[in-house]
Each structure stands twice: as structure tokens, then as C-alpha cells.
């Protein structure tokens, strides 16, 4: 099967690229090679490949920067998924597009979990481009799969983990203070990647949320990685509110795999389970790219 992941370079996008190699033929270009809002260089690529799949990694995701960069964060989240399922349309190609928890306002009484047909609220910019970019897909093309999902970490690109481990090396003996009110579900890029995989191959489209099993607080997500590397810290938890952002953030990001358990098709494991294979699997590198020596695993 030909696919084209856009973003492919990026965190969920080199994962999609690895999973779905298998068996297909891949084109992950990053986002500097194919500019998704760009309608001429989608035109070239979908003439030169001709996917049958698309899965749209490519996104404007700085959650605060979108609050000042308004415009940017429109153009690519929104006209740049536009256009790609116009692309797709006219091609006949599935639209695979990712979304987000911060479609919902977080006011879910814990542990209850957001669930596909809950109606969104986004507090956030970010959050209203993305809920917008999920209604250009349903009201352009009729063959697509919006899959929703939060707290993404991996090996590629910055994120939470690797900026928490990037701190403790920095700042071994300084105290560090990390949100504990905040919750949700630390999902694996790779995993992630591995449902898609299923999703499409299931032949089932519309909306699935999919993350980790399990929910934690960011104070607590912090600590289990740590712990798994080994890595002695002053990490203490502290309330969301120490922290003013240019955006809000939801309180509950948990999101419920309902439709995916329903289907029969879900594969997401415990948020625990994912984090100790990722850091064996990767903690060589975290650990050199962080500066720090290569030592043993030190499990809770």
C-alpha cells in the first residue's frame, strides 16, 4: 500500500514511518519537504505518489506559541489539513488525522475519561484549531479516521520527558517542580503508531481516541521515569497554577478508548507498561543526548 505521512520526521511521524514500513511503500517527508499549506507542493505529491493512505502528523503543537502566533497556528492546523483532505478526496486516499484531548475543557470529574461522542470545548487556541481542523476533515472527505490522543512522548523531538531529564542533568541538586493536578495518559509515540497501523488495516473509519491505559499526574509521570532510569532527583509536585501560561490547560485529559474496545481492535497497554520499554529500549540515548553517564536500570 503506498502512504504518505506528512510530519513524518517529527515525534508520532518517524514512529508511523517505522510501524508502517512493513509491507508498504513509505514516503515520510518532514515538514520543511512537504508544506502542508502549500496547495502546489501538495498537488506535486500527491501527483508523484499517489497514496492511498495519508496520516497527518504535520501540526502546529506549541500549545502556548499558538496564543501569540494566531495566524500561523490557523494557517497550518486548519487550511493546511483543508488541504489535504481536498487532496485526498480527489485522489480517493484515506485521511488519517491526529487530534487532541485539548479539543475538551478538562471539567470531567476524574476518573472519568472523554469518550468520542463527548462534545468538545477547547479552552485554548491550540485547542479550537485543532476541534476545527477535526470539522474540515468530516465536512471535505468521506474516508478518513480522526484519532485523538494526549501526552505523547518518544525518542524524536522534544518533549516532556526528555525536558525533565534534560533539567535533573542540568540541575542535579536544585529542587524541580513539577505540576501533581493535572491528569492524563502518557502514550507512547510507538504505540500509538502500532494502533494506527491496526486502525487502518480494521478498514473502520470516523473518530477514536487512543492513549495509554492507565492516568497519572505530570508530577507522577516524572517520577515512574525516572525511577526507571535509575536517575536520582529533587523533583516535587506543585499546582498547575504555579505555572501561568499564555494558554489554559485542561485539568482531565484523560480519554476513554471506548470505541476502539468496542471494535475489538484496541492495542494501547498501561502507560507503565510503555514507559519502562521505552526507556529500555532507549536509554542509552537519553541518556548520552542529556549528558549524563550510561548506567544500569534502577526499577521501582
Not at 99 to 128: H, R
Request: glycine share 6%.
Amino acid at each position: 500500500m503506498k502512504m504518505l505521512i506528512t510530519g513524518g520526521t517529527g515525534l508520532l511521524g518517524s514512529e508511523c514511518a517505522r510501524v508502517l514500513a512493513e509491507g508498504n511503500q513509505v514516503w515520510a517527508p518532514g515538514s520543511h519537504d512537504l508544506d502542508i499549506t502549500s496547495v502546489k507542493a501538495l498537488a506535486r505529491a500527491f501527483a508523484c505518489s499517489a497514496p492511498e493512505v495519508v496520516i497527518n502528523c504535520a501540526a502546529f503543537t506549541d500549545v502556548d506559541a499558538c496564543e501569540q502566533e494566531r495566524e500561523q497556528a490557523w494557517r497550518v492546523n486548519v487550511v493546511g489539513t483543508q488541504n489535504l483532505a481536498t487532496h485526498c478526496r480527489r485522489y480517493g486516499s484515506l485521511l488519517v488525522h491526529l487530534s487532541t484531548d485539548y479539543i475538551f475543557d478538562g471539567t470531567k470529574p476524574l476518573p472519568e475519561g472523554y469518550v468520542e461522542e463527548d462534545l468538545p470545548a477547547p479552552l485554548s487556541f491550540y485547542g479550537a484549531t485543532k476541534l476545527e481542523s477535526e470539522r474540515v476533515v468530516q465536512s471535505t472527505t468521506e474516508v478518513y479516521c480522526i484519532v485523538r490522543t494526549a501526552w505523547l512522548y518518544g525518542i524524536r523531538r522534544n518533549n516532556f520527558l526528555k525536558k525533565i531529564l534534560a533539567r535533573v542533568a542540568a540541575q542535579p541538586h536544585q529542587e524541580i517542580q513539577v505540576v501533581a493536578d493535572r491528569f492524563g495518559s502518557p502514550t507512547w509515540a510507538r504505540r500509538l503508531a502500532q494502533q494506527i497501523a491496526r486502525i487502518i488495516a480494521s478498514g473502520e473509519r470516523g473518530i477514536f481516541h487512543a492513549t495509554a491505559q492507565g492516568f497519572c499526574s505530570w508530577y507522577e509521570f516524572a517520577c515512574f521515569f525516572l525511577a526507571q532510569l535509575g536517575i536520582p532527583h529533587r523533583i516535587v509536585p506543585c499546582s498547575g497554577s504555579s505555572y501561568p501560561a499564555a494558554a489554559p490547560r485542561p485539568v482531565n485529559s484523560l480519554l476513554s478508548n471506548k470505541r476502539l474496545m468496542d471494535l475489538g481492535i484496541a492495542s494501547m497497554r498501561h502507560w507503565q507498561e510503555d514507559v519502562r520499554a521505552f526507556v529500555q529500549e532507549s536509554r542509552e540515548e537519553l541518556l548520552l543526548e542529556a549528558g549524563l553517564p550510561v548506567i544500569e536500570s534502577i526499577t521501582d
